[in-house]
Nanobody
């Protein structure tokens, strides 16, 4: 599967932004989908993940209650709605896909994911 992330940009602190990740192929619904981010000088960290049906979700503590991950399997797309953005949310955001099982903890690790998109820059100004 190939992934194409979009929707990044410059936004003021407190504002919203919605990221999208479009997947090619007919097996999108077979994949767990995740969002990661990488800030300057820092390693890549997990942000959120969603199960194949959308029933289960995971959020890192830093974005919980502000970000919402969702998916539309009819459109082969996963979304990340980001509200109440903070300057520390500034990073390149990547979407990722995996065909493995939904294992809490494991789904927040980079090594769990087989496929990665190219990233989209999100910049939050103070």
């Amino acid at each position: 599967v190939q992934l194409q992330a979009s929707g990044g940009g410059l936004v003021q602190a407190g504002g919203p932004l919605r990221l999208s990740c479009a997947a090619s192929g007919r097996t999108f619904s077979y994949h767990i989908m995740g969002w990661f981010r990488e800030a300057p000088g820092k390693g890549r960290e997990s942000v959120a993940a969603v199960s194949r049906t959308g029933r289960n979700t995971y959020y890192s503590d830093s974005v919980k209650d502000r970000f919402t991950i969702s998916r539309d399997n009819t459109k082969n797309t996963v979304f990340l709605q980001m509200n109440s953005l903070k300057p520390e949310d500034t990073a390149i955001y990547y979407c990722a896909a995996d065909t493995g099982p939904w294992i809490p903890g494991d789904i927040a690790t980079e090594s769990h994911y087989e496929y990665w998109g190219q990233g989209t820059q999100v910049t939050v100004s103070a």
